[in-house]
């Protein structure tokens, strides 16, 4: 499976309370209001078809799949789940989560 980024940009709440149904199924790392990391069995087209039935006129998404290079400052949460789908598993911190605490 696939890790990819999320940002969804809605213009009304009832539209956020449909994403987050629709992305809780899936593995998902929430990051911010409307931004998930999320681990999808399939590509980036089609992470946007099983999303698409909740974007309204107004509303923006954006999907990008992520490889095993980013990087982060304080976002610990997403820094031990992209670890754990690195390793497959429950990993301990890696040096550069230790330094940054």
């Given at each position: ?5 999320v ?8 539209a ?18 409307t ?27 954006f ?17 031990r789940?992209?670890?754990?789908k ?16």
């Open positions: 499976m696939a890790v990819f980024l940002i969804l940009d809605c213009e009304k709440v009832e956020y309370n449909r994403a987050r149904k629709r992305i809780q199924p899936l593995v998902a790392c929430k990051l911010s209001g931004t998930w990391l999320v681990e999808f069995d399939g590509n980036a087209s089609e992470l946007q078809q099983y999303l698409q039935e909740i974007i309204l006129h107004n509303d923006s998404l999907i990008a799949a992520l490889n095993h290079d980013w990087g982060s400052i304080n976002m610990h949460l997403a820094r789940w992209l670890t754990e690195r390793t497959g598993g429950s990993a301990g911190p890696t040096a550069a989560e230790r330094d940054a605490k």
